[in-house]
T-cell receptor, first 113, second 115 residues
């Protein structure tokens, strides 16, 4: 049972435009959400996070939006740069037996110069 | 500050053999988690250790086991290897157990190929 889903395996975006990566979750006990970025031959690195008490968190070019009623979060990258080409994983955690980080399947983002 | 170190980086085994992977967390980090990454499956949680105790375990068969030592270094073992065990095994460390607001710091992974 995939509790965190990233339905788009890949996404291509023109350099300078906005990249929007989506993530859905099914477990209502999740209350903390993170995005990780992974380059080939490297481990994932933390990008940005959001707590369920917020609906938006911004860090430079990266903004994460959380819609709790829809159980949906998205990562916006503006403007997109070639170095943003990577696989992006969303992850979620909660309390009461859901403490471990549960990851989605990832979306491969390709920025076209 | 040294990052998370995983050894070996690459290894090839045959079906039925066993394998042990090692992970040295960032200095001062007491929590170590293990994940399996396969194409199309994302990162599947294996287990988490904190202060030598297993805190959480994922839905993997008993062939997958792990432990953590007093210096926080961790090992995972897979016995009776199957072709489907071919994957990238990632180790991650954090100061505190996951579930809080701390992020995980990942190593580069150990790529296991089972022939």
């Amino acid at each position: 049972d995939q509790q965190v889903k990233q339905n788009s395996p890949s996404l291509s975006v023109q350099e300078g435009r906005i990249s929007i990566l989506n993530c859905d979750y099914t477990n209502s006990m999740f209350d903390y959400f993170l995005w990780y970025k992974k380059y080939p031959a490297e481990g994932p690195t933390f990008l940005i996070s959001i707590s369920s008490i917020k609906d938006k968190n911004e860090d430079g070019r990266f903004t994460v939006f959380l819609n709790k009623s829809a159980k949906h979060l998205s990562l916006h990258i503006v403007p997109s740069q070639p170095g943003d080409s990577a696989v992006y994983f969303c992850a979620a955690s909660g309390a009461f037996g859901n403490e471990k980080l549960t990851f989605g399947t990832g979306t491969r983002l390709t920025i076209i110069p | 500050k040294a990052g998370v170190t995983q050894t070996p980086r690459y290894l090839i085994k045959t079906r039925g053999q066993q394998v042990t992977l090692s992970c040295s967390p960032i200095s001062g980090h007491r929590s170590v988690s293990w994940y399996q990454q396969t194409p199309g499956q994302g990162l599947q949680f294996l287990f988490e250790y904190f202060s030598e105790t297993q805190r959480n375990k994922g839905n993997f068969p008993g062939r997958f086991s792990g432990r953590q030592f007093s210096n926080s270094r961790s090992e995972m073992n897979v016995s009776t290897l199957e072709l489907g065990d071919s994957a990238l095994y990632l180790c991650a460390s954090s100061l505190a157990p996951t579930g809080g607001t701390g992020e995980l710091f990942f190593g580069e992974g150990s790529r296991l190929t089972v022939l």
